[in-house]
Protein backbone atom coordinates (compact mmCIF):
# COMPACT_ATOMS: atom_id res chain seq x y z
CA UNK A 1 0.00 0.00 0.00
CA UNK A 2 1.24 3.27 -1.41
CA UNK A 3 1.75 6.06 1.54
CA UNK A 4 -0.44 9.57 1.89
CA UNK A 5 0.42 12.19 -0.99
CA UNK A 6 1.13 15.79 0.93
CA UNK A 7 -2.02 16.44 -1.05
CA UNK A 8 -4.37 13.69 0.18
CA UNK A 9 -3.15 14.85 3.48
CA UNK A 10 -4.05 18.20 2.84
CA UNK A 11 -7.55 17.79 2.07
CA UNK A 12 -8.08 15.72 5.07
CA UNK A 13 -6.42 17.72 7.22
CA UNK A 14 -8.43 20.97 6.32
CA UNK A 15 -11.85 19.10 6.39
CA UNK A 16 -11.04 17.80 10.03
CA UNK A 17 -10.28 21.72 10.70
CA UNK A 18 -13.47 22.43 9.09
CA UNK A 19 -15.47 19.86 10.80
CA UNK A 20 -14.26 20.93 14.64
CA UNK A 21 -14.95 24.83 13.42
CA UNK A 22 -18.32 23.72 12.72
CA UNK A 23 -18.82 21.84 15.86
CA UNK A 24 -17.21 24.82 17.88
CA UNK A 25 -19.59 27.03 16.10
CA UNK A 26 -22.55 25.09 17.26
CA UNK A 27 -21.06 24.82 21.10
CA UNK A 28 -20.55 21.16 20.40
CA UNK A 29 -17.72 18.99 22.18
CA UNK A 30 -17.06 15.93 20.40
CA UNK A 31 -15.17 14.82 23.68
CA UNK A 32 -13.51 11.17 21.95
CA UNK A 33 -12.04 12.03 19.14
CA UNK A 34 -9.84 9.35 17.52
CA UNK A 35 -8.67 8.23 14.34
CA UNK A 36 -10.99 5.52 15.06
CA UNK A 37 -14.13 8.08 15.02
CA UNK A 38 -12.71 9.46 11.44
CA UNK A 39 -14.31 7.84 8.55
CA UNK A 40 -11.92 7.93 5.85
CA UNK A 41 -13.53 8.43 1.89
CA UNK A 42 -11.71 7.83 -1.13
CA UNK A 43 -13.01 8.50 -4.81
CA UNK A 44 -13.09 5.69 -7.50
CA UNK A 45 -9.32 5.75 -8.50
CA UNK A 46 -8.32 5.28 -4.60
CA UNK A 47 -7.15 8.52 -4.34
CA UNK A 48 -8.34 9.84 0.15
CA UNK A 49 -10.13 12.80 -0.83
CA UNK A 50 -12.46 13.30 1.99
CA UNK A 51 -12.90 13.00 5.67
CA UNK A 52 -15.93 12.95 8.07
CA UNK A 53 -16.35 12.97 11.91
CA UNK A 54 -18.24 10.21 13.54
CA UNK A 55 -19.81 9.14 16.65
CA UNK A 56 -20.84 11.78 18.53
CA UNK A 57 -22.62 9.29 21.27
CA UNK A 58 -20.76 11.20 24.35
CA UNK A 59 -20.63 14.74 22.68
CA UNK A 60 -21.96 17.42 24.44
CA UNK A 61 -23.53 20.85 23.68
CA UNK A 62 -22.76 24.14 25.61
CA UNK A 63 -25.88 25.79 24.32
CA UNK A 64 -28.02 26.53 27.52
CA UNK A 65 -30.85 25.44 25.33
CA UNK A 66 -29.96 21.24 25.21
CA UNK A 67 -29.72 18.80 27.24
CA UNK A 68 -25.56 19.36 28.74
CA UNK A 69 -24.61 16.20 29.90
CA UNK A 70 -25.92 13.09 30.07
CA UNK A 71 -23.00 11.60 30.76
CA UNK A 72 -22.22 13.32 33.86
CA UNK A 73 -20.62 11.42 36.72
CA UNK A 74 -20.36 8.40 34.67
CA UNK A 75 -17.55 6.70 33.42
CA UNK A 76 -17.48 5.98 29.88
CA UNK A 77 -15.94 3.13 28.50
CA UNK A 78 -15.92 2.56 24.19
Do not use: C, W
Not at 9 to 20: C, E, P, S
Not at 35 to 59: C, E
Amino acid sequence: MAGLTMEEVRTVFMQLIDALSYLKEKMVIHRDLKPANILFLTDQNGVLNNAKIIDLGVAISLDPEYVTDVFENKTVVP
